[in-house]
């Protein structure tokens, strides 16, 4: 099957890490059966300049696109047609791919059938929006009613979807989430002399990394040995390292910045629990690669990671205070082996089972069923 992905979120030069999940699907997508080449809807302030790539294996070609630019969005639709000639359909995936799309189905002239997968979490947690993308909203809502389906990578972001779209089509296909190539069991905290936490994600309001701080002094109040480590970066590292240097946080807290995928492994073989006291998200990766790689978690329920935790796995918390993260952080540490933490999360992530799961939207929607 042809098909032609739409997306403005793709790695570029410079923002190599940007729409990484984006690769994995498409990739995903090609080991289906499918034929795929993307076109990036690129922004100014990630655009390299280049305008036809081949990423990883993935054709791409390049348009130069802010949404908030008319000249941009004129450029865009009028190119659309012409790349999509012989497709026999188009898949746009994130939020800001959508407006080309839904003008072009407007006007009549999309001649295949479309998918769109969406992500964002302004629609399941509106309350960490700013006013801005707040008042954007309806027309988010009202662009999610033009394709012939959407697909969410859980139901929690699928049901406020289901609210624009009535009763029209909106599947499940999940995330990736890369299995473990050994699963390692972590060193006892005795051994290491340090009950070790970790999260991973951008140092962002949205990812309450506070809270992660509050559990840990919580922690050391009650006598236990803790640290807190912070796997990324982001706006709110300096407050973080200020809040670090006082007590009694002074020399419990680390902060290693972004890191590439083996070191994202190393530093989760490294912990005992990974803490996640998120404001909103979806599908919540870096909890789902936390228990492939055998780490129990311990998450907030905003987001979708309460249909994959199972309490093996595991705690998800509503509106905790720091002493109910703790506890449950105290809970699950030792409470179960890395290898049956790592297999309560079964094969519905591999990137087999998701690239078959696109291609059976495909089908079904080619052949009426949707």
């Known amino acids: 099957m042809r098909v032609v992905a739409v997306s403005t979120w793709f790695p570029t030069k410079r923002a190599p890490s940007s729409g990484a999940f984006v690769v994995k699907d498409v990739l995903a997508i090609e080991d289906a059966g499918n034929e795929v080449k993307l076109v990036h809807l690129v922004s100014p302030h990630q655009d390299d300049g280049t305008r036809h790539v081949v990423h990883e294996g993935i054709t791409v070609l390049r348009m130069p696109f802010d949404p908030k630019n008319p000249v941009d969005m004129a450029a865009v639709v009028r190119q659309l047609p012409s790349v999509l000639e012989g497709a026999d359909l188009v898949h746009s995936m994130a939020v800001s791919s959508l407006g080309p799309l839904a003008l072009l189905k407007a006007a009549g002239k999309l001649d295949v059938p479309w998918v769109h997968t969406e992500h964002w979490s302004g629609l399941?947690?509106?309350?960490?929006?700013?006013?801005?993308?707040?008042?954007?909203?309806?027309?988010?809502?009202?662009?999610?009613?033009?394709?012939?389906?959407?697909?969410?990578?859980?139901?929690?972001?699928?049901?406020?979807?289901?609210?624009?779209?009535?009763?029209?089509?909106?599947?499940?296909?999940?995330?990736?989430?890369?299995?473990?190539?050994?699963?390692?069991?972590?060193r006892s905290v005795e051994e290491v002399g340090e009950l070790r936490m970790v999260t991973v994600g951008g140092l962002i309001e949205r990812k309450n990394p506070m809270m992660a701080l509050d559990v840990?002094?919580?922690?050391?109040?009650?006598?236990?040995?803790?640290?807190?480590?912070?796997?990324?970066?982001?706006?709110?590292?300096?407050?973080?390292?200020?809040?670090?240097?006082?007590?009694?946080?002074?020399?419990?807290?680390?902060?290693?910045?972004?890191?590439?995928?083996?070191?994202?492994?190393?530093?989760?073989?490294?912990?005992?629990?990974?803490?996640?006291?998120?404001?909103?998200?979806?599908?919540?990766?870096?909890?789902?690669?936390?228990?492939?790689?055998?780490?129990?978690?311990?998450?907030?329920?905003?987001?979708?990671?309460?249909?994959?935790?199972?309490?093996i796995a595991g705690r998800v918390l509503s509106d905790a205070t720091a002493a109910e993260y703790a506890d449950a952080v105290l809970e699950v540490v030792g409470s179960a082996t890395a290898q049956e933490i790592a297999d309560s999360i079964g094969t519905d992530f591999h990137p087999d089972s998701v690239g078959y799961g696109y291609r059976n939207v495909y089908d079904n929607l080619l052949a009426g069923r949707l």
Request: aromatic share 6%; charged share 25%; with cysteine.
């Open 216 to 311: 840990t002094e919580e922690l050391l109040r009650r006598g236990v040995n803790a640290r807190m480590i912070f796997v990324g970066d982001g706006p709110l590292r300096d407050a973080i390292e200020e809040r670090a240097e006082k007590e009694p946080l002074r020399g419990h807290v680390t902060l290693t910045g972004n890191l590439d995928r083996a070191g994202v492994v190393q530093a989760l073989n490294d912990s005992h629990v990974f803490l996640g006291p998120t404001k909103g998200d979806n599908f919540f990766v870096s909890c789902a690669e936390a228990i492939a790689q055998g780490r129990p978690v311990v998450v907030s329920d905003k987001g979708g990671q309460g249909e994959y935790v199972k309490p």
């Open 124 to 186: 399941t947690n509106p309350e960490t929006l700013t006013p801005f993308l707040w008042a954007s909203r309806p027309a988010v809502g009202a662009a999610l009613k033009a394709p012939d389906t959407v697909t969410a990578v859980c139901d929690y972001l699928a049901d406020p979807i289901r609210s624009y779209r009535g009763d029209r089509s909106v599947q499940v296909v999940p995330c990736i989430v890369p299995g473990a190539s050994e699963i390692i069991e972590p």
